[in-house]
């Protein structure tokens, strides 16, 4: 990112942060049932939009999915150098899965 905003180039890469290896937690959670695992998929929490702004880019964080066009428009709209979106998702592994997968 650093080098990118040396270079004013002017990309709008977008962070989907769960907080964990999204999938891999809910696999584990709809296979082994909620507490019964050691996971290895859990995340220290990042705010990617902080870490942007730290290194002199745009870093917009959004947790209200009624927010996230505005976010786009005003990514998409800096000129100056990258836009990082961190948007926030679903971080219930019960959820995160559309059925649940059953093991033999």
């Given amino acids: 990112m650093h080098v990118l905003h040396l270079q004013r180039f ?22 082994y049932g909620a ?10 929490e990042m705010k990617y939009a902080d870490i942007a702004n730290s290194m002199g880019c745009l870093g917009l964080g ?8 505005d976010a786009f428009e005003q990514g998409l709209s800096n000129k100056t150098g ?3 979106l961190d948007i926030v998702v679903m971080r219930n592994p019960a959820r995160m899965l559309l059925r649940r997968i059953t093991v033999s």
């Fill in 82 to 84: 990258p836009t990082v």
């Fill in 35 to 44: 507490g019964d695992y050691q996971s290895s998929s859990e995340l220290h």
């Fill in 62 to 69: 959004v947790e209200d999915p009624e927010k996230l066009g």
């Fill in 10 to 31: 002017d990309p709008t890469p977008c962070v989907f942060n769960s907080a964990v290896s999204g999938y891999v937690k809910a696999l584990q959670h709809s296979v």
